[in-house]
């Protein structure tokens, strides 16, 4: 599928790519692995999923990051990159959900937010990570190659027919039994819970507790959520406070400070933390999950970007 390539293409062209192979490229965007260096030296692999209006989005190593046209130094592509398999589960695995979520009409903007740490219900310290695009939301939980929940939602108070069959509709599309998505399908968009052969199909409307203002959709293994909770030790390892990382030098002389380093791109900004899912008590500061969460033998890690 060809997305908008406009800024693809002015990226090539200035990092010295003629125009015949970077139209021949644009046509890969959206199925291409990239390597990408930005003008501050930090660089880039992943796949390519979204090109627009001057931002890209790039898959890496369980997340995604943004990046801004006037950051790329230069770009080049370094293969092909076919829709990821879904996965032996009946929940698909993250990256084929975030290749599948990218690909929807509804899903301008999307980036990677941070994903607040839950204190309620039955997602209680259950590692996630989240992408948002507007009001929707897309939500990972547990193993992200075996996930033991997917979760859709709405951040409106009032969600109108058409944004709630849009989520259900690419909800459909992440399971991966078609015993599944009939059950799905016939479910109340208002508010509904059903199980069928172990897992639950649940729709959570804004007004109760643990939907931290939220319209849901979650689709869960309840045992695999229990096992893939994390422990007080995991969490204190994979997590981190709800606050951004500012760049910081000592002073080199009295009065004099030189200049501070430019942050990762992998680090939560500002911004990021104002599209995060909200806390269940506002005066509270709460944690957040740091990028690259999986889970390997058992154990959650944090991948090195």
Request: aromatic residues 6%; glycine residues 8%; hydrophobic residues 35%.
């Amino acid at each position: 599928m060809i997305r908008n390539a406009g800024w693809w293409l002015s990226a090539l062209v200035l990092s010295g790519v003629g125009c015949e192979a970077a139209q021949q490229m644009a046509e890969a965007v959206g199925k291409s692995k990239v390597s990408m260096t930005m003008k501050n030296g930090q660089k880039i692999e992943g796949t390519l999923l979204k090109d627009e209006n001057g931002q890209s989005v790039v898959q890496v190593k369980y997340g995604s990051v943004t990046v801004s046209t006037g950051d790329v130094a230069s770009v080049e592509t370094t293969g092909t990159s076919p829709l990821p398999s879904p996965g032996e589960g009946r929940l698909a695995r993250w990256d084929h959900c975030l290749n599948v979520v990218a690909d929807r009409s509804w899903s301008h903007g999307m980036v990677q937010v941070p994903a607040t740490v839950i204190d309620l219900g039955i997602f209680r310290n259950v590692p996630y990570f989240s992408h948002r695009s507007g009001d929707f939301e897309l939500n990972v939980y547990g193993d992200p190659d075996h996930p033991a929940c997917l979760e859709l939602g709405l951040y409106n108070a009032a969600p109108n027919p058409a944004e709630r069959k849009a989520c259900q509709e690419t909800m459909m599309a992440l399971l991966t039994s078609p015993a599944d998505r009939e059950t799905l399908r016939t479910m109340n968009l208002e508010s509904s819970r059903m199980v069928k052969a172990g897992m639950v199909f649940e729709v959570t409307p804004p007004t109760e507790k643990d939907s931290y203002g939220g319209w849901w959709i979650s689709v869960y293994d309840e045992q695999l959520i229990d096992k893939q909770r994390a422990s007080a030790a995991e969490l204190a390892s994979i997590t981190m406070p709800r606050t951004p990382i500012a760049g910081h030098s000592s002073p080199s002389a009295v009065g004099v400070h030189p200049q501070a380093p430019a942050p990762s791109l992998f680090h939560w900004k500002d911004q990021d933390l104002k599209k995060a899912r909200p806390q269940a008590s506002p005066s509270e500061e709460g944690r957040i999950y740091k990028r690259g969460v999986y889970r390997k033998d058992g154990v959650y890690i944090v991948a090195q970007m």
